[in-house]
């Protein structure tokens, strides 16, 4: 119940329902269910961006997780820790964490989280300007997608990799990654990511001095 009222952003009826289950899940001294609405809590408090708060939650389930031996909580887990230092600009700390999770992904060979490792770690890099390393990271997590067929992740990095390029002036190749992400989107009906990436196109665009396609 307290994650159907985070998806639709009733955050502090959320936050009660984590809470009750916590206590129940505590008196049944169930590990694994603790873990779960401490990761709740967490993710509750993310969406608030206190994000201290958040972090006090993830680490308490990191906690419980080793003692559990339960790698793909502990992964998800150094995710979430590496995206609060990434949003606080503690890029060192971030990389460490991401790549953390990485080893662990890459160890049970969940392609998914191998995926999203990368593209975090890429978008780190791309926030302190290190394009080519970003490049790097997120093609890499691109040829897995093609391998394992996750296509909206695909669009997802094919928007990044545009971006980069774009971020180094390189309009020809941004377009064509942007366009790229764009058909995926529309394929899904992604209605907000059609409208993202035929707004990433317009700018490119411009910026190429196409200032009638860029208006339609």
Known sequence: IGNSYMTLNELDKALDYHK?????????EDSYLIGYSLTSLGVNHYYREDYDTALDYYFQVM????????????GQMFNNIGNIYNIKNDYPLAIEYFKKSLEIAEE???HLSVIESLNNIGIN???QHSFETSLDYFKRALIICNESEHL???SI???NIGSTYFSIGNYLTALDYHKQALKIKEDFNDNYGIVNEEFNIGVINYYMNNSSEALG
Not at 20 to 28: A, Q, T, V, W, Y
Not at 63 to 74: A, F, H, V
């Open 20 to 28: 009750r289950s916590l206590k129940i899940f505590k008196e049944l």
């Open 152 to 154: 909206q992740h695909k």
């Open 108 to 110: 049970v060979n969940d």
């Open 125 to 127: 890099y791309r926030s």
């Open 63 to 74: 906690e419980i997780s080793k003692k559990l031996n339960n790698n793909d909580r502990i």
């Open 157 to 159: 990095l094919l928007s």
